[in-house]
């Protein structure tokens, strides 16, 4: 498996984190990825803007300067929403991924016995 398979969503997420702070464009967020060691070429980039638009997460606007014209792109608020359930989800992993090897059997065990011997899994 490519590696980074498992950090495509991290990539969506961190895009609509900047596209909710700013206006962003492409190359921006190429270089702002290339600071946390994401290399992506802009044929794999811009596929995942234009996803993201089309889910209705981003919205497009053009910006001319001169002769060049630049899509800029900003959450909307379905975008908002989204990133906002990813966030809680994603602390919700995260934790569970970082927690101490004690406490994740304690509450392995406090799982266990609250659930009459059964385990369950959070979607």
Do not use: C
Not at 7 to 17: A, E, K, P, Q, T
Request: no cysteine; glycine share 10%.
């Amino acid at each position: 498996m490519d590696d980074r398979d498992l950090y495509s969503g991290f990539i969506r997420l961190h895009i609509l984190h900047h596209a909710d702070k700013r206006s962003i464009f492409g190359l921006g967020v190429m270089e702002e990825l290339a600071q946390h060691g994401y290399r992506l070429s802009a044929g794999t980039l811009y596929p995942i803007l234009h996803a993201l638009e089309a889910k209705g997460y981003l919205r497009a606007t053009e910006h001319r300067k001169g002769n060049h014209t630049r899509k800029m792109y900003r959450t909307t608020p379905e975008g908002r929403r989204a990133l906002a359930a990813a966030k809680a989800q994603v602390k919700e992993m995260f934790g569970e991924l970082f927690q101490s090897r004690a406490a994740r059997g304690h509450a392995s065990r406090m799982s266990v016995a609250q659930n009459g011997g059964l385990t369950q899994w959070h979607n």
